[in-house]
């Protein structure tokens, strides 16, 4: 790596000590002098690409350094930088020295102080060249590409821009504003191959490295430089250290996934407001390890990795959102959170997935605040009493009336089963307010039949619907059932139908103890599974 050497000429021990560290940690070679006659010797030796010039020095001045180096054929390229607290009174006597690039006033923040220290190397080869032939200095060193697409974001979410760019496959670099905070996301062939953030608050990042991973730790100042999308000159030279093996490529790619997940999350829980896209390719380090991932492993990722509590909501079920041209794409989705997805083909509780995974609970609603973020999957609060369970064995009925619950408009709440067992899984949990049947099923009637011949105080607190072709033949069919049946719906039926059955029921409600008997809970379940 072409490592940058910074020669710091201060006569404050405080100050050479706090540079040395915040530059050290950002990659550059740190090289200290107490005073004017040291630092003159060192830059004689070392040629550094900038130095760090104070403005008062024992015995002298930092204008009066700055014209020795003006005048020395070897060392009048070098760019110097001058720090004093007298700001503009110390500043005005520089303007006539064409080796001075910028001033940095004291105090400085660490942020200050890396940012001139790496726009000066940057630019300082054009700036000393200008100044000297007495030509402009170009306001900008490359044009500001015209954006592809650009706009705000009070319209549509951040998810719908990122399906939008994967799906047409584009590359280029997506930039979005949270607050003075912009995060910029490098896609290529539709995919994120790497995101970094500028504007972001130190604290931000200091929470970031807290949650780094154990085998990550020692990354931290790696961290600092790559989260905050540091200078070309820096990121090649990273490059260049992956490049001879210097670093773990495959603890690198880790950090950027860790980074990516953190800054996507940091994305998807602040308020945006403009974004931009520009075409083009991905800077060097992206390029040279891309994570290639999507949307939906960073966003679950990183609900997993902040281990921040999810509150859950009172009576919530979770279910999949009926997609609509969403993007699909789980490219570096771990297929244990993959089984998430798979145990919400129909809505659930999250005591019946966290059982479903064996999970612990914790790690369950974190993954489904990652599914949540990106709008894959949707809570629902069930907030009222009427809870439903429908006994269809169709196949083709079943799957339509699941369709068309997950269109209603969720005023109750509940789930459709097809055979016996998950029926009895369903009442051993919990009693519903009504169950519904499909009455034209004759296997559906005698196992419905022995489950209410049992005598159990709870069958008598269910309402009953019977889903027949047959709606007039009440009578007849309650004979043949053994047991009253408090509504009767057509078959197939739809969610509204059920809906408004369940309405009916809920505004007569009556106490009825027509079947109230006296025996133990558990045979309610016990008869399903002897029939």
């Known amino acids: 790596m072409n490592q940058k050497t910074v020669l710091v000429i201060d006569d404050s021990a405080t100050i050479r000590k706090l540079v040395d560290r915040h530059l050290g940690s950002a990659g550059y070679r740190v090289v200290l002098a107490p005073n004017a006659e040291e630092g003159l010797q060192l830059a004689a030796e070392i040629h550094p690409d900038l130095i760090l010039l104070d403005h008062q020095l024992p015995g002298t001045t930092g204008h009066n350094v700055a014209t020795t180096l003006s005048h020395s054929e070897t060392l009048r390229h070098i760019p110097v930088v001058i720090s004093s607290t007298l700001r503009k009174k110390a500043y005005a006597e520089y303007v006539d020295l064409n080796n001075v690039v910028d001033m940095l006033p004291k105090p400085y923040t660490e942020e200050l102080l890396q940012t001139t220290v790496a726009n000066a ?14 030509s402009a200095v170009p306001e900008i060193i490359e044009a500001v590409n015209e954006a592809a697409f650009a706009g705000s974001l009070s319209c549509f979410g951040l998810r719908e821009l990122i399906d939008f760019l994967n799906n047409g496959r584009k590359a280029g670099v997506l930039e979005v504003e949270a607050g003075r905070t912009r995060i ?29 991973p154990e085998s990550l730790t020692n990354l931290a100042p790696v961290l600092k430089m790559t989260i905050a999308g540091k200078s070309c000159a820096e990121v090649d030279g990273f490059v260049q250290l992956l490049d001879q093996k210097v670093l773990d490529p495959r603890l690198m790619t880790r950090l950027l996934r860790f980074q990516a997940a953190m800054l996507v999350r940091l994305a998807f829980t602040q308020p ?7 075409t083009g390719q991905c800077n060097s380090l992206h390029k040279s390890l891309p994570l290639d991932i999507s949307l939906l492993a960073l966003l679950v990722e990183g609900a997993v990795t902040s281990a921040q509590h999810v509150e859950l909501t009172p009576n919530a079920t979770f279910s999949r959102r009926a997609i609509r041209g969403q993007n699909l794409d789980r490219a570096g989705l771990s297929a244990k959170h993959m089984q998430m997805f798979n145990v919400l083909s129909e809505p659930k509780e999250t005591q019946e997935i966290t059982a479903a995974l ?5 790690e369950v609603l974190q993954v489904l605040h990652g ?3 990106a709008e894959l999957v949707e809570r629902r609060t069930n907030t009222v009493a009427g809870q439903f369970v429908v006994y269809e064995p169709d196949a083709s009925h079943a799957q339509r009336l699941r369709a068309g619950l997950e269109e209603s408009d969720n005023r109750y709440a509940g789930k459709v089963v097809r055979d016996k067992l998950a029926l009895q899984l369903v009442l051993k949990r919990s009693i519903p307010h009504t169950l519904a049947f499909a009455a034209d099923d004759e296997a559906a009637c005698t196992l419905l039949s022995k489950l209410f011949a049992t005598k159990d105080p709870r069958a ?15 009578q007849n069919l309650q004979e043949q059932m053994g047991f009253r049946i408090d509504e009767t719906i057509a078959r197939p039926c739809t969610a509204e139908q059920l809906f408004l059955a369940m309405d009916r029921l809920l505004n007569n409600e009556h106490d009825s103890t027509d079947d109230a008997f006296q025996e133990p809970q558990n045979e309610l379940v016990a008869a399903g599974a002897e029939s």
């Open 184 to 212: 910029r996301f490098f896609l290529e062939k539709g995919r994120i191959q790497g995101v970094d953030a500028q504007g972001i608050s130190a604290e931000e990042v200091s929470k970031m490295i807290d949650q780094l």
């Open 121 to 134: 190397i940057e630019t300082a080869s054009m700036i000393v060249d200008s100044q000297s032939r007495g």
């Open 460 to 474: 008598a607190k269910i309402k009953r619907v019977a889903i027949t072709s047959n709606i007039s033949n009440l």
């Open 371 to 373: 599914f949540e973020l």
């Open 272 to 278: 945006l407001s403009l974004f931009r896209f520009e």
């Open 358 to 362: 064996g999970w612990q609970s914790s």
